[in-house]
């Protein structure tokens, strides 16, 4: 079958430097400019010398309909692979094709304006998202029902609690109808009722012929919505045959780094567990 | 949750969700894919100009963009859009005061209420816009790192939400208008024009400024000061005739010259300054070029650095 996304040799570098002085001011430019002309430019082009490679020459191919799920510790690169599909960064080298529409969840509730009403915030965030507002007011009474938060649609999001946010929150999300859905780390929120409901939603966007990128530390998740599992280790991808190898090799490299950190607290792993949204 | 749990719920699970594979898997429905890739990611290019057809592709979110600024604004505001006309006028009735009574500038036989108002409702909207959508990038920085979309859209939306405060203030010039007995002439035609131009030198700065200012944080701290400056350097509270001719060349690379003494003369149908717009115009342009390019070239790090 064809391929619905195809990655070659991703690699995203940042330069260390960079990112410690990331609010340089004017003054640094202006006197770096006119201080040290020839070097400043020079630092412009190759950086200081510190790099941190956040990919390293990752590729692998997509096909329609694949819940795919990307594994490994933090800081490993999940993230920035997410975000390279997205388009919110841009790869230092390296292509991706996609052949169909993108919508991703990277978090819960982006946009969402906290004076707004659920209403309102409905329409914002799934034009965030990139819903067109045919396809809002299509699913809205849907949207509605899935996030449980029918009574209090004309309230201001502001009084809701936590619960009642993401999950009206996610209800949007959950109804995004690109060819390519990318979630990092949104099963975590809600209820065990709702993430049911997210599972089988996640599921039943797959069985439409979509694809399904997702990221989590919940084995548990991954192990149940995934059929391709990818696992990442300092910006190098690593993919066997079989889901489930992938996810014992991750949890072993995890007791490992957990042996070798012995004097840490003992809830270490609980922290990666728990939602980072 | 420790290790162990977790394992053993997921060698519990396998039969299960094994089943719903493989039940998923018959069900499945292919849907066709295009022969072209719908999306290309590349490593940023240096120098391209502004799509405009990615921005007319998110012309909907534009749309709910400046339509959550104004809902906001009268949700969170007790006179709502009163304050939108209520800044003009109060700057007129102070500057009136100040200038008009008791320094006693001249202002072209027109009366002085008139000639301010005229002159510092398109200012009003130029330094709203210029100063909002510098500081847009940053406020929208949640955004910005979560989900795609153009990043222009943020200070362009920024823009036309001032450039319907700008026509809410409108009304009140018009009562000015009648009030003093003006006469309302052909020339007036040129007013949307003019406002055009206005806005694309006021879209212009505010691209400049919000890209730079992710990077460069105290663009932030230097623009108000800027600003009040630039309301000195501008024939908004005096006439341009103000200026020695002598200096008027120079006077006249300020954009914003040209552009509010045409604006007073469409209105109060006098003697259009032909030269100093075409200046204005031209600086407008090569700015908008120019700002667009930067923007777009610092666009592709906005993620990385806001």
Request: a positive charge; charged letters at 20%.
């Amino acid at each position: 079958m064809k391929s619905i996304v195809a990655v070659r040799n991703l690699s995203k570098t940042y330069h260390i430097g960079q990112l410690r002085n990331s609010n340089p001011t004017l003054r640094d430019a202006l006197v770096g400019a006119f201080g040290s002309p020839v070097s400043f430019l020079r630092a412009r082009r190759h950086g200081d010398g510190t790099t941190l490679n956040a990919l390293q020459d990752v590729s692998f191919n997509v096909e329609p309909g694949e819940v795919v799920g990307i594994i490994g510790r933090n800081g490993a690169g999940k993230s920035t692979l997410l975000k390279i599909l997205a388009r919110i960064v841009k790869p230092t080298s390296g292509e991706v094709d996609i052949y169909g529409r993108v919508g991703s969840l990277l978090q819960v509730g982006t946009g969402f304006h906290p004076d707004l009403s659920g209403r309102e915030n409905i329409f914002l965030n799934g034009a965030i998202l990139g819903m067109k507002s045919i396809e809002i007011r299509r699913n809205f009474d849907e949207i509605v029902s899935f996030s449980e938060v029918g009574r209090f649609l004309d309230t201001a999001v502001k009084y809701y609690s936590s619960g009642m946010y993401l999950r009206l929150a996610f209800a949007i999300a959950a109804h995004l109808e690109p060819e390519v859905l990318l979630l990092d780390e949104v099963l975590a929120v809600g209820d065990e009722s709702f993430q049911k409901k997210c599972r089988a939603k996640i599921k039943s966007v797959s069985r439409d012929g979509r694809t399904v990128f997702f990221v989590s530390h919940n084995m548990k998740a991954i192990g149940d919505l995934c059929r391709r599992v990818l696992l990442i280790r300092s910006g190098r991808l690593y993919e066997g045959s079989n889901p489930q190898n992938m996810i014992a090799e991750y949890l072993d490299e995890v007791a490992t780094a957990e042996a070798h950190h012995a004097s840490l607290p003992a809830n270490t792993y609980e922290s990666t567990v728990l939602p980072s949204a | 949750m420790s290790i162990s749990e977790n394992v053993s719920l997921r060698v519990s699970r396998q039969p299960e969700s094994g089943g719903e594979f493989s039940e998923s898997a018959d069900q499945q429905v292919s849907l066709p894919l295009p022969s072209k890739p719908v999306i290309r990611i590349r490593a940023s290019k240096r120098w391209t100009p502004l799509d405009l057809r990615e921005i007319w592709a998110h012309r909907e979110l534009l749309y709910f963009l400046i339509w959550r600024d104004l809902k906001v604004r009268y949700k969170q505001t007790l006179f709502g859009v009163s304050w939108v006309v209520l800044q003009p006028i109060l700057m007129t009735l102070v500057f009136a005061l100040f200038l008009g009574k008791i320094a006693r500038v001249p202002s072209s036989n027109v009366p002085y209420m008139l000639f301010l108002y005229s002159g510092l409702l398109p200012w009003t909207f130029f330094t709203n816009s210029v100063s909002t959508s510098s500081h847009s990038l940053i406020a929208s920085a949640q955004m910005i790192t979560k989900v795609y979309f153009p990043r222009s859209l943020v200070p362009l939306a920024a823009v036309l939400v001032r450039l319907s405060d700008f026509l809410a203030a409108s009304v009140i010039l018009f009562i000015l208008m009648v009030y003093y007995g003006r006469a309302f002439t052909s020339a007036m035609l040129l007013v949307p024009f003019l406002m055009l131009h206005l806005t694309l030198l006021a879209l212009s700065l505010g691209l400049l400024f919000a890209a730079l200012n992710v990077k460069y944080r105290d663009i932030g701290t230097v623009l108000p000061v800027l600003l009040q400056l630039w309301l000195f350097a501008s024939p908004v509270i005096y006439p341009a005739t103000f200026v020695p001719a002598k200096w008027k060349w120079l006077y006249d690379l300020n954009p914003l010259a040209g552009l509010i003494s045409g604006f007073r003369a469409a209105l109060l149908n006098a003697g259009f300054d032909r030269r100093g717009l075409l200046v204005s115009l031209s600086i407008t342009l090569v700015l908008l070029i120019y700002s667009t390019f930067v923007f777009k070239r610092m666009e592709d790090e906005f993620a990385d650095v806001v």
